[in-house]
């Protein structure tokens, strides 16, 4: 079998380490500006979540499959790719995403920490704390995060409403499909947002939606703080529409310093730290390895990107 010569802006000891040995690959690290060498080609592309500085210049170079170890692409310079397979590691990260997503459910309705004690209260044995069972779980996108999330929500007997890109039926036995976002978000006592960020889905929960709302309704966002309008979110929370906001996301990402989400009561944010499990890294490379193979063997790939749609 031929040598299959990867393009990457990561060492190949790094990729290693985290993939295994790549038996009949060469990897050939290239740096992420500048015009690299003459002689420096290569079939397949391998660099980051938010491309480079010379990503056209690379993929010039006899590259006809470029691969990015990230789950989504709201930050890849599309307009790069041309004609080439552009590939992402998506539904990697959905097992750690989707068990966080139920831990800020769970810390809802069990009040939790605010209810954990330091001293003696008045009163022992009595408490107003809420369940998941029988509770209305909204989910705006229901791809690989959102279907993990649907999952472990069933098992807690909550009723499960997605909202799907393109018709078609359930995923997943038990998810109803909402007919569109309206209805689920009327429907909803907990609403997750896990949709691609796209042009389409900016601000995609703004002031309609949530005026659509129930009153005292849970949010959660794992996806690109893009689909939240902030400056709506804000008057929602005042107003006591929305009872709390768990963002492991936000726009812009680093928030700056000072920024209301920080100190908002009502608000619990966490900094894009969802995905973090064991193994979480060796999972991103998962799929560009199978996919190593499948490109060999001349099979479709996993976590194709449709650079006309942006997901």
């Given at each position: ?97 989707a068990e966080w997503t139920l831990a800020m459910l769970l810390a809802f309705e069990k009040r939790l920490p605010e209810s ?26 229901l791809g690989g995060i959102g279907a993990a999330v649907a999952t472990r929500a069933l098992a807690f007997d909550m009723r ?152």
């Open positions: 079998m031929n040598s299959l010569r990867v393009l990457s802006h990561l060492p190949r000891a790094s990729i290693e380490a985290l993939a295994g040995p790549l038996p009949d690959v060469e990897i050939l690290h290239v740096p992420t500006q500048g015009e690299p060498p003459p002689e420096v080609r290569g079939e397949v592309l391998l660099t980051f979540a938010w491309g480079s500085p010379n990503l056209a210049l690379l993929a010039g170079r006899g590259v006809r499959w470029i691969h990015t170890i990230g789950t989504g692409v709201d930050r890849f310079p599309l307009g790069a790719v041309g004609d080439r397979i552009l590939t992402c590691s998506r539904g990697a990260s959905a097992i750690p995403i954990w004690i330091a001293r003696p209260p008045e009163r022992w044995n009595q408490a107003e704390l809420g369940g998941l069972h029988g509770r209305t779980l909204g989910l705006v996108g499960v409403v997605g909202l799907r890109r393109s018709p078609g039926p359930s995923p997943l036995p038990g998810v109803e499909i909402a007919s569109d976002l309206g209805q689920l978000l009327a429907a909803s006592d907990h609403v997750a947002i896990a949709a691609s960020a796209t042009p389409e889905t900016h601000h995609l929960i703004g002031r309609e939606a949530f005026a659509a709302m129930k009153s005292g309704v849970h949010l959660v966002n794992v996806s690109r703080g893009s689909l939240v309008d902030q400056d709506a979110l804000r008057e929602a929370l005042d107003a006591g529409r929305v009872e709390r906001a768990s963002l492991d996301v936000c726009d812009p990402e680093p928030l700056p310093e000072g920024h209301w989400l920080y100190t908002h009561p009502r608000v619990r944010l966490s900094p894009h730290i969802s995905w973090s499990a064991p193994g979480a890294l060796e999972r991103l490379f998962a799929t560009f390895v199978e996919n190593l193979r499948r490109w060999r063997e001349g099979l479709p790939l996993e976590g194709r990107v449709d650079v006309e749609r942006g997901y």
